[in-house]
């Protein structure tokens, strides 16, 4: 690592003391630096992004922000400041000796004199960090250029030639996993091995590109890159119910063929295209809620960066492959990003944050003003229900506390603040999931997004579950829940001004799972500024009863009865007429709003802001900026235009990379994230370019690519090793053979299922369980034995952000927590375990064996043979029909499926 | 740090180049035959990073330098156990006991902040050193002449799971390789037949960053943790009910056979030799790990002092046998245990968290703790494994000097609290650097966590700032950019 400056050192004699006024950089200041600061600041190392062995290096300001070098202000230079030790722990160096008195003078002095540093006089020069390949722009091409050609011309150059192609059964299987994760079955083999036509391979790629079996595939390759998950990740890692939209929506892009350059677009801004679930993008990484932040603002503001962080991350990696991320607390160590650039590209997000909501529609104003109306019937049903409930009065007995809804009302009483004092409950220590407080005209005052601000004895914190911010969220629910400390207390809430109230709403818990910790013995109280509390209701008029019977109508005379009835039938109609008006499903997405103002922040820390910026691209590669008050929509809409331009150098080379990565195992570039100058220089740089012009050309269709590739006689090239090119090119980075490899998690457990016969090729919707627990605390408990959903395709699971799945999860199954832009290959005892021993082998080896029966009935080589047909197909081999009849015959046909499942040949893409 | 010339190199290229430190791994033909290519290919150049034979990935592989330990036991306490009631010592606290802290924050991370409130524990002096340890932890106060405490360690988060993250992966975020992982990877381990690190979760379950403690974040996947504990065994080692020993027989052996016809007929493919060999390992470990597991075999004396036939509190005898399980992998060579004391978040009743009823919650969880990782250290001791045995307590941060208004516990504190270190090449029965008179910041040698991390592979033999893989752009390390070995503790 140390060998790319071929410094010649110049040694100096360390005699020339110091002879006033007449300063020389070469003679007096640099042995300074050589022989105390260039361990941390010079070739090798350049600590807090500081370098002091060049002028340009020297003078920069590091990440500091501050120059080092101030000429002629020796005082205010953080050089002197450093080495004199003003402050005791920055103080330079910091181990070992210290500058002597001498040193620090001549220091001082030669700053004082201007600091004068002749560019000349530099042994190492600085690299120009924008003359990188990939910043480049992509050379044109003419002539009839292929994939094969390019290839070739790379092996004869080292002395290889490609392998001879593959027979048509490994090329038939290949295609087949390589685009749609899944085996051909027997009938597709036996219709391709006798169809001699010249476009029978074509007609095979176009079958398997039309499959709805190829986005599931190929959408797992990018969710891979953006880290997807159905849960939010960290401690709590509760279910993203509504995530699963996204991932249907990258499915569903992959199988239309989606532009690539409008994928991107539709993912950064797919609100403004009808594209809403695509935003998803913006909010794949894990992310702590609110309940798990600190409630200091320190902590709230470390969390707003962290969330803007992982979106410019998850942006620059996914589509530029660049680690922009790396200079969110100084400039980037290799490529041409500063830290200014940073959060200039995250000023393009500030009106973002993460949130779940509905998906935009199409509704029509007609249908919107409808379910207003609708809307507004219900209230005054519930309104006309509520005036039906006895009034606290005298002598008047109120029906008994319920966990669903109690309702108390009373004469109109003017108050600021409204007291709630539990004295008993059914059980344990009260909760409350809503404390609505009712006006004359019916408006509940009690919401927090009023104002009202709420105290309460004593408070008992689950995250995200119980908190007194919840008790007036203007949200229902256990989950959206205050509850108090002890048996015993209150809690109160303030009003910004007085109101005239008249009823009191709260329940346990309104959405009717729970009714413990109920309120049974209680007081509410009303006061004034003064403090002079008024009881206006209590639980000593309340008959006693059965806490979950919801409506207790029988204190109500017989008319009353009836008319409640009727209202409660009509608010039932009402509320299904609503739900079909308005039923739109939920998006975990990007949540849009006014951008909050942004600042380049010291050393990345949320609490040191310094100078204001404004929404701008990478300063190497484009002048694209936008005013501070740019809205929303126009900042990420012109961040996606930047980078889906065809001239933008990186875009479609990073793109097509991944695609050929998919195709390939490995990418042209090998490290797909990271096109930068710490990444992999091109194997084929003329390939990758031409691949990329060949997909703008085409008009970014992805399907296009495949093809190019798959029909390629690279492609189709047999996949056995050559001892002589093996010992050149191990890694195959110059394709001389067809490097196969183990299938990826998903699609091992697709294919046992697919060949067992019982794979549920349902698409779309909410995943289906792995564990027990969708998320949340308290461990993820393995499902074991799968039926129905459970064996559909493994992208449609329930994803559970860090958790492994049990079985699959050890065969390099992305956890969701950074980035995966290659999956490993590694291969584990685990894995053995896992494929040997889980039940779900067991349970598919049962299936496989009873499906082989079905088929061809008890007779043993026949059973053999179709098993072979199903897993690899092909028929066995005479010496493998010799060795699968004793065991058929003596541990049973499931025993023989096991030994498939876990064998090389069935794990393999040939 | 990778070197500009390198840039063009592909990434095995680039492993090579740390080849000549790792070369203690006895090379197959299978790695040779990538080594002569790429040795053709490349060059010769020197480097930190380990070469992994992928048919023997836990081989075990030289370090950076001459190390002073050779095994990790990390005993990681979840949900920030107070460093108040433990070993920090502030009798400034106790006068101050009522108070309000004056400049202190008004807002912590739960909520409102209360009164200070005094040690809930009495403290008395120890062993030689004298150093004053609290009456909650008597058995391990014992140790304390050879405790080496770090008491002014400081975190970069505030909330547990992000903060456990940082503290076995050193990042906050999900997703990085955990310090037993890097440990694995750069060394290997010295028992072929057992996984090369394990995580032994506690019986009252998993803690609050859960996989992230042992995952093998963008590592291979060879060198995560397995988690298994003396109640539960490593999943799927054997075949389910149902299948008789015949068939697992039958099935194991077609299959041998199957795959060596396989790779015969793709002569120097190292990815099938690999697949075989992994199978081969683990139908070693479907031996080794039942035996290791198997505790009837101690004795009733070692059973009794650990705590371990406590049947009053079998969490307390669970716990107990997890540090027995814990002995045993150490003396058979696993190369990083890591054993948990504490679960998720349950508002303190599983776990450190006291922020409502510490006293009373911690009345329970140092009863689990302290006798049974007290023995065990001392078992370690008595066998003579901390000769080459480093041995970790470590918690995810501290808590706050005052009580949280209204409550009788005290909230996260990240900005000062102890965790500290014995065993091979630890200096014995010192007390390095120091919290303010009330113990709510670090005020004195102030150690971020990466130094801690640093420490630890440090005594391992490894170079925090060498030891790196590569992902996404970045030599990624266990210490990110920071990071310095706290001398102080070392012998």
């Known amino acids: 690592m140390k060998l790319q400056f071929?410094?010649?050192?110049?040694?100096?004699?360390?005699?020339?003391?110091?002879?006033?006024?007449?300063?020389?950089?070469?003679?007096?200041?640099?042995?300074?630096?050589?022989?105390?600061?260039?361990?941390?600041?010079?070739?090798?190392?350049?600590?807090?992004?500081?370098?002091?062995?060049?002028?340009?290096?020297?003078?920069?300001?590091?990440?500091?922000?501050?120059?080092?070098?101030?000429?002629?202000?020796?005082?205010?230079?953080?050089?002197?400041?450093?080495?004199?030790?003003?402050?005791?722990?920055?103080?330079?160096?910091?181990?070992?000796?210290?500058?002597?008195?001498?040193?620090?003078?001549?220091?001082?002095?030669?700053?004082e004199q201007g600091a004068i540093w002749p560019e000349e006089v530099d042994l190492v020069k600085p690299v120009d960090r924008t003359d990188h390949w990939s910043f480049k722009p992509l050379k044109p091409f003419d002539g009839d250029q292929n994939i094969d050609f390019f290839v070739r011309e790379k092996l004869t150059s080292n002395g290889l030639v490609m392998s001879p192609p593959a027979d048509r059964l490994t090329w038939l299987r290949r295609v087949s996993f390589d685009l749609t994760g899944l085996p051909p079955t027997p009938e597709q083999i036996a219709a391709f091995l006798v169809d001699t036509d010249p476009g029978a391979h074509a007609r095979v790629v176009?079958?398997?590109?039309?499959?709805?079996?190829?986005?599931?595939?190929?959408?797992?390759?990018?969710?891979?890159?953006?880290?997807?998950?159905?849960?939010?990740?960290?401690?709590?890692?509760?279910?993203?119910?509504?995530?699963?939209?996204?991932?249907?929506?990258?499915?569903?892009?992959?199988?239309?063929?989606?532009?690539?350059?409008?994928?991107?677009?539709?993912?950064?801004?797919?609100?403004?295209?009808?594209?809403?679930?695509?935003?998803?993008?913006?909010?794949?990484?894990?992310?702590?809620?609110?309940?798990?932040?600190?409630?200091?603002?320190?902590?709230?503001?470390?969390?707003?960066?962290?969330?803007?962080?992982?979106?410019?991350?998850?942006?620059?990696?996914?589509?530029?492959?660049?680690?922009?991320?790396?200079?969110?607390?100084?400039?980037?160590?290799?490529?041409?990003?500063?830290?200014?650039?940073?959060?200039?590209?995250?000023?393009?997000?500030?009106?973002?944050?993460?949130?779940?909501?509905?998906?935009?529609?199409?509704?029509?104003?007609?249908?919107?003003?409808?379910?207003?109306?609708?809307?507004?019937?219900?209230?005054?049903?519930?309104?006309?229900?509520?005036?039906?409930?006895?009034?606290?009065?005298?002598?008047?007995?109120?029906?008994?506390?319920?966990?669903?809804?109690?309702?108390?009302?009373?004469?109109?009483?003017?108050?600021?603040?409204?007291?709630?004092?539990?004295?008993?409950?059914?059980?344990?220590?009260?909760?409350?999931?809503?404390?609505?407080?009712?006006?004359?005209?019916?408006?509940?005052?009690?919401?927090?997004?009023?104002?009202?601000?709420?105290?309460?004895?004593?408070?008992?914190?689950?995250?995200?579950?119980?908190?007194?911010?919840?008790?007036?969220?203007?949200?229902?629910?256990?989950?959206?829940?205050?509850?108090?400390?002890?048996?015993?207390?209150?809690?109160?809430l303030k009003f910004p001004h007085e109101h005239t109230i008249e009823r009191i709403v709260w329940a346990r818990d309104r959405n009717g799972k729970y009714a413990d910790r109920l309120a049974v013995e209680y007081v509410i109280e009303v006061a004034n500024d003064s403090d002079d509390w008024v009881v206006v209701a209590d639980s000593t008029d309340r008959r006693s009863g059965d806490p979950k019977i919801q409506r207790d109508l029988s204190t109500l005379d017989p008319k009353q009865q009836t008319k409640t009835k009727s209202l409660l039938e009509e608010k039932k109609q009402v509320e299904i007429r609503l739900a079909e008006l308005t039923n739109s499903q939920k998006i975990f997405g990007g949540i849009f709003g006014k951008p909050e103002p942004m600042h380049l922040l010291n050393r990345g820390d949320a609490e040191q802001p310094m100078e204001a910026v404004v929404p701008a691209v990478l300063s190497a590669l484009g002048d694209v900026t936008l005013a501070k008050d740019a809205p929303d929509p126009e900042r990420r809409l012109a961040l996606a235009n930047w980078i889906t331009t065809p001239k933008n150098p990186l875009t479609a080379r990073v793109a097509i990379n991944r695609i050929w990565q998919g195709h390939f195992g490995i990418g042209l570039v090998e490290t797909a994230n990271d096109f930068g100058r710490a990444g992999t220089a091109p194997s084929h740089p003329k390939l990758l370019d031409w691949l990329a012009s060949e997909f703008i050309r085409s008009g970014w269709s992805v399907k296009h690519l495949h093809r190019l590739i798959v029909r390629s006689e690279t492609y189709r090239q047999s996949e056995q090793i050559n001892s002589i090119a093996q010992a050149k090119d191990a890694d195959v980075r110059l394709l001389w053979r067809y490097p196969s490899r183990r299938l990826e998690a998903e699609s091992i457990r697709d294919t046992m299922l697919a060949v067992s016969g019982r794979l549920d090729l349902k698409t779309g919707g909410p995943g289906f369980d792995l564990f027990t627990s969708r998320g949340g605390l308290s461990g993820f408990p393995p499902i074991t034995k799968f039926k129905d959903d459970g064996l559909r395709r493994m992208i449609y699971a329930h994803k559970i952000r860090m958790e492994p799945d049990s079985v699959f999860g050890a065969f390099d199954c992305p956890d969701a927590g950074q980035s995966v832009s290659r999956r490993r290959q590694s291969t584990t005892p685990i894995q053995a375990l896992n494929l040997f021993n889980s039940q779900l082998t067991i349970d598919e080896s049962e299936a496989f064996a009873q499906r082989v029966r079905d088929k061809v009935g008890q007779e043993v080589r026949a059973q053999i043979t179709y098993t072979y047909e199903l897993a690899y197909g092909r028929t066995p081999e005479p010496d493998e029909l010799t060795d699968a009849k004793s065991v058929v015959r003596q541990n049973g046909l499931p025993t023989l499926c096991r030994a498939i499942f876990n064998s090389s040949e069935f794990l393999f893409i040939p | 740090m990778i070197d500009h010339q390198a840039e063009h190199l592909s990434l095995g290229g680039r492993g090579f180049l740390n080849r000549r430190a790792f070369l203690g791994n006895n090379a197959t033909a299978l790695s040779s035959i990538a080594l002569t290519s790429l040795l053709g290919q490349e060059g010769l150049l020197a480097g930190d990073r380990p070469v992994i034979d992928p048919s023997q990935p836990y081989a075990p592989r030289v370090p950076h330098f001459a190390p002073k330990a050779k095994?990790?036991?990390?005993?990681?306490?979840?949900?920030?156990?107070?460093?108040?009631?433990?070993?920090?010592?502030?009798?400034?606290?106790?006068?101050?006991?009522?108070?309000?802290?004056?400049?202190?924050?008004?807002?912590?991370?739960?909520?409102?902040?209360?009164?200070?409130?005094?040690?809930?524990?009495?403290?008395?002096?120890?062993?030689?050193?004298?150093?004053?340890?609290?009456?909650?932890?008597?058995?391990?106060?014992?140790?304390?002449?050879?405790?080496?405490?770090?008491?002014?360690?400081?975190?970069?988060?505030?909330?547990?799971?992000?903060?456990?993250?940082?503290?076995?992966?050193?990042?906050?975020?999900?997703?990085?390789?955990?310090?037993?992982?890097?440990?694995?990877?750069?060394?290997?381990?010295?028992?072929?037949?057992?996984?090369?690190?394990?995580?032994?979760?506690?019986?009252?379950?998993?803690?609050?960053?859960?996989?992230?403690?042992?995952?093998?974040?963008?590592?291979?996947?060879?060198?995560?943790?397995?988690?298994?504990?003396?109640?539960?065994?490593?999943?799927?080692?054997?075949?389910?009910?149902?299948?008789?020993?015949?068939?697992?027989?039958?099935?194991?052996?077609?299959?041998?056979?199957?795959?060596?016809?396989?790779?015969?007929?793709?002569?120097?493919?190292?990815?099938?030799?690999?697949?075989?060999?992994?199978?081969?390992?683990?139908?070693?470990?479907?031996?080794?790990?039942?035996?290791?597991?198997?505790?009837?075999?101690?004795?009733?004396?070692?059973?009794?002092?650990?705590?371990?036939?406590?049947?009053?509190?079998?969490?307390?005898?669970?716990?107990?046998?997890?540090?027995?399980?814990?002995?045993?992998?150490?003396?058979?060579?696993?190369?990083?245990?890591?054993?948990?004391?504490?679960?998720?978040?349950?508002?303190?009743?599983?776990?450190?968290?006291?922020?409502?009823?510490?006293?009373?919650?911690?009345?329970?969880?140092?009863?689990?703790?302290?006798?049974?990782?007290?023995?065990?250290?001392?078992?370690?001791?008595?066998?003579?494994?901390?000769?080459?045995?480093?041995?970790?307590?470590?918690?995810?941060?501290?808590?706050?000097?005052?009580?949280?208004?209204?409550?009788?516990?005290?909230?996260?504190?990240?900005?000062?609290?102890?965790?500290?270190?014995?065993?091979?090449?630890?200096?014995?029965?010192?007390?390095?650097?120091?919290?303010?008179?009330?113990?709510?910041?670090?005020v004195e040698d102030i150690h971020p966590l990466y130094d801690f991390n640093a420490t630890i592979l440090h005594l391992l033999g490894l170079d925090h700032e060498r030891l790196t893989f590569y992902h996404n752009g970045i030599e990624r390390r266990l210490t990110n950019v920071e990071g310095n070995v706290i001398k102080e503790v070392l012998a």
């Open chain 1, 6 to 111: 071929t410094i010649a050192f110049i040694l100096f004699s360390a005699g020339g003391k110091l002879s006033a006024g007449s300063i020389d950089f070469v003679r007096d200041i640099r042995p300074i630096f050589e022989g105390n600061c260039y361990d941390c600041h010079g070739a090798d190392k350049q600590k807090s992004g500081l370098r002091l062995d060049m002028r340009s290096g020297a003078f920069d300001a590091g990440e500091f922000h501050q120059p080092t070098i101030i000429p002629g202000k020796a005082d205010e230079s953080n050089l002197i400041r450093f080495v004199r030790g003003d402050d005791e722990e920055m103080r330079m160096p910091p181990k070992g000796e210290r500058l002597t008195k001498d040193e620090i003078a001549t220091l001082t002095a030669w700053i």
């Open chain 1, 206 to 492: 176009d079958r398997l590109l039309s499959s709805p079996r190829y986005g599931e595939r190929w959408a797992q390759h990018w969710l891979d890159v953006v880290r997807y998950a159905d849960t939010h990740g960290f401690e709590v890692n509760t279910p993203r119910a509504n995530a699963w939209p996204y991932r249907d929506y990258v499915i569903e892009a992959f199988n239309n063929d989606t532009p690539f350059d409008k994928f991107i677009r539709e993912q950064l801004a797919g609100d403004q295209f009808g594209k809403d679930a695509a935003t998803g993008f913006l909010v794949t990484a894990a992310r702590l809620l609110p309940g798990q932040i600190g409630k200091d603002a320190a902590s709230l503001r470390l969390a707003r960066q962290d969330e803007l962080g992982e979106i410019v991350i998850n942006t620059s990696e996914a589509f530029l492959g660049l680690s922009v991320g790396c200079a969110r607390c100084h400039n980037h160590k290799f490529d041409a990003i500063s830290a200014k650039d940073y959060y200039s590209m995250q000023a393009f997000f500030a009106g973002v944050s993460y949130g779940e909501r509905p998906i935009q529609s199409s509704k029509s104003e007609t249908e919107l003003e409808q379910a207003e109306k609708l809307k507004s019937r219900i209230r005054e049903i519930d309104r006309a229900f509520e005036n039906l409930v006895p009034r606290v009065s005298p002598g008047v007995e109120r029906p008994p506390v319920n966990a669903l809804l109690n309702i108390d009302r009373f004469t109109p009483v003017k108050a600021r603040k409204v007291r709630f004092t539990i004295k008993k409950t059914n059980l344990y220590e009260p909760c409350i999931d809503e404390l609505e407080v009712f006006d004359s005209q019916g408006n509940n005052i009690a919401l927090a997004s009023l104002g009202v601000e709420r105290s309460a004895s004593t408070t008992k914190v689950s995250a995200n579950q119980h908190q007194i911010e919840f008790i007036n969220d203007g949200r229902f629910g256990n989950e959206r829940s205050w509850m108090c400390g002890q048996t015993t207390g209150w809690i109160m």
């Open chain 2, 71 to 442: 095994k990790v036991l990390v005993i990681f306490c979840a949900g920030a156990v107070s460093q108040l009631e433990t070993w920090d010592y502030k009798p400034e606290l106790i006068k101050q006991d009522g108070k309000p802290l004056e400049g202190g924050p008004a807002v912590t991370f739960q909520g409102p902040a209360g009164n200070l409130a005094r040690p809930q524990y009495e403290f008395r002096p120890r062993g030689q050193t004298g150093k004053m340890v609290s009456d909650m932890i008597p058995h391990l106060a014992e140790l304390t002449d050879d405790i080496a405490f770090i008491h002014s360690l400081t975190s970069k988060s505030n909330t547990h799971g992000p903060a456990e993250n940082f503290l076995s992966t050193g990042f906050v975020q999900d997703g990085f390789p955990s310090m037993g992982g890097w440990a694995s990877y750069a060394l290997g381990s010295e028992n072929q037949n057992l996984p090369a690190f394990v995580s032994i979760p506690d019986p009252r379950g998993v803690p609050q960053a859960s996989v992230n403690n042992w995952g093998p974040g963008f590592l291979p996947a060879e060198f995560q943790g397995t988690p298994f504990s003396a109640s539960k065994p490593v999943r799927h080692l054997k075949s389910p009910l149902g299948v008789s020993p015949e068939n697992d027989r039958a099935a194991r052996s077609l299959l041998q056979r199957m795959n060596a016809r396989h790779l015969k007929q793709h002569p120097g493919d190292g990815q099938l030799a690999a697949r075989i060999a992994s199978y081969e390992l683990a139908a070693r470990m479907q031996l080794s790990v039942p035996e290791i597991s198997d505790l009837s075999t101690e004795p009733a004396h070692i059973m009794k002092s650990y705590g371990a036939d406590d049947d009053a509190n079998p969490t307390k005898a669970g716990f107990a046998k997890n540090c027995i399980l814990a002995r045993r992998l150490l003396e058979n060579g696993v190369r990083f245990v890591q054993l948990f004391n504490g679960a998720y978040a349950s508002g303190g009743k599983l776990n450190w968290d006291g922020h409502s009823d510490l006293k009373g919650q911690y009345d329970v969880h140092s009863e689990i703790l302290d006798q049974p990782a007290a023995a065990l250290i001392k078992d370690l001791k008595a066998r003579g494994l901390l000769e080459d045995t480093l041995v970790v307590w470590c918690t995810e941060f501290g808590r706050m000097p005052m009580f949280q208004k209204g409550a009788q516990g005290r909230d996260h504190n990240p900005d000062g609290f102890t965790c500290w270190m014995t065993g091979a090449g630890v200096k014995p029965g010192v007390s390095h650097g120091l919290t303010d008179e009330l113990g709510r910041k670090a």
